[in-house]
Nanobody, 123 residues
Framework: VQLVESGGGLVQIVGSLRLSCAAS????????MAWFRQSSVKSREFVAM????????SYADSVKGRFTTSSDDAKNTLELQMDNLRPEDTAVYYC?????????????????WGQGTQVTVSA
């Protein structure tokens, strides 16, 4: 399984960024995927998970209403649209393939990680 994130960068407060994750080496339509992030002051945490096999998307409370995630089975890609960004959203964002499904997965559910992409929100 190979996961490659892109789209990170520097953005001003209340700005927007869109992250993408290109997946290969797996049957994407059957793969549960998620976004995590890790900042300099927090351990890696769950951010969002797109709809999967009839289940709704799920989000961490800290990003609800601001972030939207989706997947495209035809392109084998995972997307994370981040709006109204705050300085506390500054982190390295990771795409993850889940070896076990959970609506709010932890690192224990992850079977493969991307290399991560840095998002920095300046005040």
């Amino acid at each position: 399984v190979q996961l490659v994130e892109s789209g990170g960068g520097l953005v001003q407060i209340v700005g927007s960024l869109r992250l993408s994750c290109a997946a290969s080496g797996l049957t994407f339509s059957n793969a549960a995927m998620a976004w995590f992030r890790q900042s300099s002051v927090k351990s890696r945490e769950f951010v969002a998970m797109p709809p999967f096999k009839g289940r709704r998307a799920s989000y961490a409370d800290s990003v609800k209403g601001r972030f939207t995630t989706s997947s495209d089975d035809a392109k084998n890609t995972l997307e994370l649209q981040m709006d109204n960004l705050r300085p506390e959203d500054t982190a390295v964002y990771y795409c993850a393939f889940l070896s076990a499904y959970s609506a709010t997965p932890s690192e224990a559910h992850v079977g493969a990680w991307g290399q991560g992409t840095q998002v920095t929100v300046s005040a």
